[in-house]
């Protein structure tokens, strides 16, 4: 797919010795982007943006022996802006508009297909698109910071008490508001603590809520697991406790393990979605982690070791993808995982770990922050709801 993630490619040239040269056809107007490497026998593809052609041919060859791949190009589908959200504009002379005021910094749909948005300060309030794209005040809080959507329609909040400390509020789908659960203000030289409301410690959590209802968090080095009554416990993960922030700098950041509940180690878990079975994925830096209702915790796709120094995303299937860091994600009815590249491009992960790329050019996790995607949802089969700090945009994956 034209500015998708690449490929690696290996060609077999056995009993070959000597320099390897590589060549693409047809090329695209601009040149290719096809990435080697001088000592080892392997390289990796990124189809160009203006390539038009349906298929493209990458041959390696050495010592008067060839070895041919033929790759198929498809098109991307375009995104259809849905609904304009409610954001400040600035301008500014010879500068393009950018964003001055409270946006959208996170968002949850419900299982009828509404959305809600979680405005930062100093407007701290929860917004509710419904699917005819109007656009009412849900509830206001102190500072949102995660929204999860739970079965009963209930939606959960992190609320953010201050540096340190959280309340995570439950909305019925009534409209009435109560209070979960609240933390003790975080202390690097502790770590994290887990306990009843009032005694534990978070650093920073990423919700997520079962189809059974429970409810459970990334944070910093590990997922957590909150209680109907409020406490919090450690469903899998460990270390980076005492002295810094979990997650940050601690030895076992670059170090992930799997394993079963806290012999486990995460790299800096981030994005967390549920599957119907209620086994959870995590979006943990280059890698993406299963951690099943028994908390034995593998990963699903993903590796930690760079090939090639300039490319960020690579498709494939288990340690042959590669990520580039957390990204919003999403996982639809069939089980399927969506997430963002680094360029704008949206990934797939089925279930047993293949990744691919299903859409380009959606908008940048940086760049401008009209452009930038926070969040993803994929409750309507075949099709990946995108939210921007500008606007809600649909695209049909499937």
């Known amino acids: 797919m034209p500015n998708g993630a690449a490929v690696e490619i290996t060609p077999t040239l056995t009993g070959v010795a000597g320099p390897v040269t590589w060549s693409v056809a047809p090329r695209a107007s601009q040149g290719d982007t096809l990435y080697t490497l001088p000592d080892k026998l392997v390289a990796a593809y990124e189809t160009p943006w203006d390539l038009t052609a349906d298929k493209v041919t990458i041959t390696a060859s050495a010592g008067g022996i060839s070895n041919s791949i033929q790759l198929n190009v498809r098109q991307s589908p375009v995104a259809e802006p849905w609904v304009t959200l409610p954001v400040t504009w600035t301008v500014a002379f010879g500068d393009p508009p950018f964003l001055s005021g409270p946006r959208p910094v996170d968002s949850a749909a419900d299982q009828s297909g509404?959305?809600?948005?979680?405005?930062?300060?100093?407007?701290?309030?929860?917004?509710?698109?419904?699917?005819?794209?109007?656009?009412?005040?849900?509830?206001?809080?102190?500072?949102?910071?995660?929204?999860?959507?739970?079965?009963?329609?209930?939606?959960?909040?992190?609320?953010?008490?201050?540096?340190?400390?959280?309340?995570?509020?439950?909305?019925?789908?009534?409209?009435?508001?109560?209070?979960?659960?609240?933390?003790?203000?975080?202390?690097?030289?502790?770590?994290?603590?887990?306990?009843?409301?009032?005694?534990?410690?978070?650093?920073?959590?990423?919700?997520?809520?079962?189809?059974?209802?429970?409810?459970?968090?990334?944070?910093?080095?590990?997922?957590?697991?909150?209680?109907?009554?409020?406490?919090?416990?450690?469903?899998?993960?460990?270390?980076?406790?005492?002295?810094?922030?979990?997650?940050?700098?601690?030895?076992?950041?670059?170090?992930?393990?799997?394993?079963?509940?806290?012999?486990?180690?995460?790299?800096?878990?981030?994005?967390?979605?549920?599957?119907?079975?209620?086994?959870?994925?995590?979006?943990?830096?280059?890698?993406?982690?299963?951690?099943?209702?028994?908390?034995?915790?593998?990963?699903?796709?993903?590796?930690?070791?760079?090939?090639?120094?300039?490319?960020?995303?690579?498709?494939?299937?288990?340690?042959?993808?590669?990520?580039?860091?957390?990204?919003?994600m999403a996982i639809g009815a069939a089980g399927n995982l969506y997430k963002l590249g680094s360029r704008g491009q949206l990934r797939k992960i089925t279930p047993s770990g293949v990744v691919s790329t299903v859409a380009t050019n959606l908008g940048f996790t940086g760049a401008q922050p009209q452009n930038r995607i926070v969040a993803l949802h994929a409750g309507t089969p075949g099709i990946v709801t995108l939210q921007s700090y500008a606007q809600l945009s649909k695209v049909r994956v499937d």
């Open 114 to 328: 509404n959305a809600y948005l979680a405005y930062s300060s100093p407007v701290s309030e929860i917004k509710r698109v419904a699917t005819d794209g109007s656009i009412t005040t849900y509830a206001q809080v102190n500072e949102p910071i995660s929204l999860a959507v739970a079965p009963d329609r209930a939606l959960y909040v992190v609320d953010r008490l201050g540096a340190s400390a959280y309340a995570i509020r439950r909305i019925a789908a009534d409209g009435t508001m109560s209070t979960l659960t609240h933390t003790a203000p975080y202390d690097a030289a502790k770590g994290t603590i887990d306990g009843a409301p009032g005694v534990a410690t978070a650093y920073t959590l990423q919700l997520a809520v079962a189809p059974d209802g429970a409810i459970y968090a990334t944070d910093g080095s590990r997922v957590r697991k909150i209680a109907p009554d409020g406490a919090f416990s450690t469903l899998a993960g460990g270390g980076c406790e005492a002295g810094a922030p979990p997650g940050s700098t601690c030895a076992d950041r670059r170090n992930p393990v799997d394993g079963r509940g806290t012999q486990a180690r995460f790299m800096g878990p981030d994005e967390l979605v549920v599957d119907r079975a209620g086994n959870l994925y995590v979006s943990d830096i280059m890698l993406i982690r299963k951690v099943t209702p028994a908390r034995e915790v593998t990963t699903l796709a993903g590796r930690t070791n760079w090939t090639f120094d300039f490319v960020n995303d690579i498709d494939g299937t288990g340690n042959a993808a590669f990520f580039a860091g957390n990204s919003p």
